[in-house]
Every structure is written in structure tokens, then in C-alpha cells.
């Protein structure tokens, strides 16, 4: 099985910036995309980052130029750089990893969720 940890989240104030971490670990063969969703209750979860196994990266207008995603392959980790934050980025934020457990077998994977409370 594969395990996905987020870390980095909290509370911050408006303007301020915050580095979530989430690592993978368990049976890996490799990890393909990687990125970040967030959801806030009574609304669907919505993509913030993703980036490819070619380091690619895609954001959503609503946090291109403040958001910025990597990730360390040697680590199995992927990061998510939060600047210029606003109130309405406050939500929980999920990591997801699109894992090969082997040659053949790729899965979806997800962390457990990390809060992020931006105050005005």
C-alpha cells in the first residue's frame, strides 16, 4: 500500500505564506503526477497544483502567480509554496500522488488532509 502525509498547514494571516510537504511512502515503483486539491465544506473539491513526472506544472487562475508546486523525486515528496494569501484560500488541502505499484498497476492515491486558515 502506498501512504501519502501532508504537513505544513495552519493558520496565517492574510498577505502571509505557508509551505505545505506531502511525502509518499509504502510499495512505490514510481510516482507519475502529483498535486494539490482543496475543498471547503458544502463545496466540491477543486484542483490547486499538479505537476507531471516531467515536472510539468498546471494551476487554476485562482492561484496562478501566488502558488507555486515542486516536487523532490529522490524523496518521493511534493511541495506546495503559498504566497500572497487571501481569506478565501482558507480550506483543507489534499495531496494526491497518480503511483505505480508496479510495472502494470497505477493508482489514485490521497493524504489525509492538511487546514489552511487565512484571517483577514
Known amino acids: 500500500q502506498v501512504q501519502l502525509v501532508e504537513s505544513g498547514g495552519g493558520l496565517v494571516q492574510a498577505g502571509g505564506s505557508l509551505r505545505l510537504s506531502c511525502a509518499a511512502s509504502?510499495?512505490?515503483?514510481?510516482?507519475?503526477?502529483m498535486g494539490w486539491y482543496r475543498q471547503v465544506p458544502g463545496k466540491q473539491r477543486e484542483l490547486v497544483a499538479t505537476i507531471t513526472g516531467s515536472t510539468r506544472t498546471f494551476y487554476p487562475d485562482s492561484v496562478k502567480g501566488r502558488f507555486t508546486i515542486s516536487r523532490d523525486n529522490a524523496k518521493n515528496t511534493v511541495y506546495l509554496q503559498m504566497n500572497s494569501l487571501k481569506p478565501e484560500d482558507t480550506a483543507v488541502y489534499y495531496c494526491y500522488g497518480d503511483v505505480s505499484i508496479t510495472y502494470a498497476q497505477r493508482h489514485d492515491y490521497w493524504g489525509q488532509g492538511t487546514q489552511v486558515t487565512v484571517s483577514s
Open positions: 509504502g510499495t512505490i515503483f514510481s510516482i507519475n503526477a
